[in-house]
C-alpha cells in the first residue's frame, strides 16, 4: 500500500461484483472512500463493507439517468467532493451476431455499457472540474480487436474506447484525464458461471488460458492494479490512453 489515493472521493459503478469489487477494495486500500453503486445493493454493501475506509454503496441502475443525478447529489452531499469516476459497470449478452440481436437486446447493451458513461459525466462534470479529477472507463479488448457473436457488445466497447478519446480531448483544459482500461479474459462470477454452462468447461477453461500469450487467465487484481496507477498521481501525464491488461492475448489471437 503506497497510499496512492490517499483522500480521494471515487465514484466507482458495477462496485458490487467480479472487476469492480477488486477495484473497491484495492482503492481503499490506497486510502480512497469508495462510493460503490450498483443496482445489486446487497453485493454493494458487502464491498463497501469489506473496503472499508468511509466506502458505502449507493444503489441505482447506471442506465437510469435520473437515479444516476440522485446518486451522485447523494455523494456530494456526503463526501463534498469528487475525485474521479471509474465507469465499469456492464453486462455481456447475448451471444449473436447483429442481425439475430432484438431492439431490446441492442438498446439494453448501449444503455447499460455506453450511455451511462453520458449519464455519470453530464452529472459529475462540476464537480470533477472542482477537483481537477479523473475519469477512468472500463472497455475491453473485443473494443479494440472484434469479436465473433458479440456484435452488440462489441459496439458498445468500442464506442467507449472513442469516447474516451473525445473526453480526453475536450476535458483536458479543465485538467480531468479520461483513460480506459481494456481487460481480455478475467476471472470473475460471470465468466465463472458462463464457462460452467459449456459443454465441455475445462476445454473452455484450458481455451482461456491458451489465449493469453502468459499462458493464464487472471482475476480482477490485475485490473484493479492498473486501474489504481491510472486513477492516481502517478499516471499525472497520461490521458486519453487505451490501455490492454490482457497478457498480450490480441498477438496470440493471431496462432
Ligand atoms: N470479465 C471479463 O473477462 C471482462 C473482459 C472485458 C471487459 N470486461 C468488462 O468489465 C466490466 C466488469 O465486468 P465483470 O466481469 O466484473 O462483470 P460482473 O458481472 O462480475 O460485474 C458487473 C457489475 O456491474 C453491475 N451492473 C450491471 N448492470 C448494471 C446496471 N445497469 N446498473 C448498475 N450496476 C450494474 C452488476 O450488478 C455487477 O456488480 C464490464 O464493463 C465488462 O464489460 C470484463
Known amino acids: 500500500m503506497n497510499n496512492s489515493l490517499s483522500n480521494k472521493v471515487i465514484l466507482l459503478t458495477g462496485g458490487a461484483t467480479g472487476i469492480g469489487r477488486e477495484c473497491a ?13 450498483d443496482r445489486n445493493l446487497e453485493d454493494a454493501r458487502k464491498t463497501a463493507d469489506e473496503a472499508g475506509h468511509d466506502s458505502f454503496a449507493i444503489q441505482a441502475d447506471v442506465s437510469d439517468g435520473p437515479a444516476i443525478e440522485a446518486a451522485i447529489k447523494t455523494l456530494l452531499d456526503k463526501c463534498g467532493k469528487l475525485d474521479a469516476i471509474h465507469n465499469n459497470a456492464g453486462i455481456v449478452g447475448p451471444s449473436r451476431p447483429l442481425h439475430e440481436t432484438s431492439e ?69 483544459k479543465h485538467g480531468i484525464r479520461v483513460n480506459a482500461i481494456c481487460p481480455a479474459i478475467v476471472w470473475t462470477p460471470m465468466l465463472e458461471r458462463w464457462a460452467d454452462a459449456q459443454s465441455d468447461p475445462n476445454a473452455t477453461r484450458r481455451l482461456f488460458d491458451e489465449m493469453s500469450l502468459l499462458g493464464y487467465t487472471p482475476h480482477g487484481d490485475v485490473i484493479s492494479d492498473a486501474a489504481v496507477f491510472l486513477l492516481s498521481d502517478q499516471s499525472r501525464f497520461i490521458t486519453g490512453c487505451i490501455l490492454p491488461v490482457s497478457g498480450g492475448a490480441e498477438i496470440g489471437y493471431k496462432r
Do not use: C, P
Open 104 to 172: 431490446a437486446e441492442w438498446d439494453e447493451l448501449q444503455n447499460i455499457n455506453l450511455k451511462s458513461v453520458y449519464w455519470t459525466t453530464k452529472f459529475g462534470f462540476e464537480a470533477l472540474v472542482a477537483s481537477k479529477g479523473t475519469i477512468l472507463n472500463t472497455a475491453s479488448m473485443v473494443g479494440v480487436i472484434g469479436q465473433q457473436d458479440h456484435a452488440a457488445y462489441v459496439a458498445t466497447k468500442g464506442g467507449m474506447i472513442a469516447l474516451t478519446k473525445a473526453m480526453a480531448a475536450d476535458y483536458g
Open 25 to 37: 477494495l484495492a482503492y481503499a486500500r490506497e486510502g480512497a472512500a469508495v462510493a460503490v453503486l
